[in-house]
């Protein structure tokens, strides 16, 4: 089992930056990939970032590519969202997600275990 909370999320500018933490417990962490997903009001949940237990695949989607890293530190089993140059339609609530099979996709369903979310609000 594995328990994610994240933090990080608040009220930003267009073009300013958000870092996004999501915590894990328990031990098996740093085999599991991590994934990122974001839903904004009225909206499908959406894909953001994945990356493997290692780190070595990391993967965006592309309205984020360019302007969002992914990255992890599995000695503090936390992974990151570094957010930049942050846009009004990045508005949503943004969950981590753990996939034991380390998959690192884009399907919410190859997650196992999520977060409660973190609001990330941009404004004019």
């Known amino acids: 089992q594995v328990q994610l909370i994240e933090s990080g999320g608040g009220l930003v500018q267009a073009g300013g930056s958000l870092r996004l933490s999501c915590a894990a417990s328990?031990?098996?962490?740093?085999?599991?990939?991590m994934g990122w997903f974001r839903q904004a009001p009225g909206k499908e949940r959406e894909f953001v970032a994945a990356?493997?237990?290692?780190?070595?695949?990391?993967y965006y989607a592309d309205s984020v590519k360019g302007r969002f890293t992914i990255s992890r530190d599995n000695a503090k089993n936390t992974v990151y969202l570094q957010m930049n140059s942050l846009l009004i339609e990045d508005t949503a609530v943004y969950s981590c997600?753990?996939?034991?099979?380390?998959?690192?996709?884009?399907?919410?369903?190859?997650?196992?275990?999520w977060g409660q979310g973190t609001q990330v609000t941009v404004s004019s």
């Open positions: 997600a753990a996939d034991p099979l380390n998959r690192v996709g884009w399907v919410s369903s190859e997650y196992d275990y």
């Open positions: 328990g031990r098996t962490f740093r085999r599991y990939a």
């Open positions: 990356i493997s237990w290692s780190g070595g695949r990391r």
